[in-house]
T-cell receptor, first 114, second 114 residues
Framework: AQSVTQLGSHVSVSEGALVLLRCNYS??????LFWYVQYPNQGLQLLLK??????LVKGINGFEAEFKKSETSFHLTKPSAHMSDAAEYFC????????????FGTGTRLLVSP | GAVVSQHPSWVICKSGTSVKIECRSL??????MFWYRQFPKQSLMLMAT?????????EQGVEKDKFLINHASLTLSTLTVTSAHPEDSSFYIC??????????FGQGTRLTVV
């Protein structure tokens, strides 16, 4: 069965600093990987996805992530944090077969200080 | 982009009553819909997967008779919480997929049972 581990329940950065949110996955077959963002009392918005094409994936709002099979990682980065990036971020994995259920990590809350 | 609308956004009900939550895909036909539950400051827990015209597949530990799911059409799925109790209070989120890897999420429903 697939699973996702997000290291760090909270990450704090200053505005303008690099954002790095870590995600490691476990899957017996090549997975699909996703990053979603959630603002308070809202649903989830897709930031980016990896579906076995390019390993460096660019998403919305300046975010990108790199799929590294050797490290089983899919870390999310952004060169310069904005105050509006403060939110909860979820990494998710699914198989490319069957119902393609999403399995979520525990989430990382990004805090951005002025 | 694909839009999933969830209604209501919040609901308060008395203990023992039933509550229905609707999930609609507005601009695409959703072959598969998913229902999640999210506790405060926690990740999303998949409750069930539903395909149009067939019975929902529930995750282990989710009571089928308490959480009734109906996927009546390719654009509508409903979750009915029957005989609700305070412990059912939570944030419920639906997502929908149309045969592509990513799923699109509704804005969530905050259920409070008093």
């Amino acid at each position: 069965a697939q699973s996702v581990t997000q290291l760090g329940s909270h990450v704090s950065v200053s505005e303008g600093a690099l954002v790095l949110l870590r995600c490691n996955y476990s899957s017996s077959v090549p997975p699909y990987l996703f990053w979603y963002v959630q603002y308070p009392n809202q649903g989830l918005q897709l930031l980016l996805k990896y579906t076995s094409a390019a390993t460096l994936v660019k998403g919305i709002n300046g975010f990108e992530a790199e799929f590294k099979k050797s490290e089983t990682s899919f870390h999310l980065t952004k060169p310069s944090a904005h105050m509006s990036d403060a939110a909860e971020y979820f990494c998710a994995v699914s198989l490319n077969t069957g119902f393609q259920k999403l399995v979520f990590g525990t989430g990382t809350r990004l805090l951005v200080s002025p | 982009g694909a839009v999933v609308s969830q209604h209501p956004s919040w609901v308060i009900c008395k203990s023992g009553t039933s509550v229905k939550i609707e999930c609609r895909s507005l601009d695409f036909q959703a072959t598969t819909m998913f229902w999640y539950r999210q506790f405060p400051k926690q990740s999303l827990m998949l409750m069930a997967t539903s395909n149009e015209g067939s019975k929902a597949t529930y995750e282990q530990g989710v009571e089928k008779d308490k959480f009734l799911i109906n996927h009546a059409s390719l654009t509508l799925s409903t979750l009915t919480v029957t005989s609700a109790h305070p412990e059912d209070s939570s944030f419920y989120i639906c997502s929908a997929r149309q045969g592509i890897p990513e799923a699109f999420f509704g804005q969530g429903t905050r259920l409070t049972v008093v």
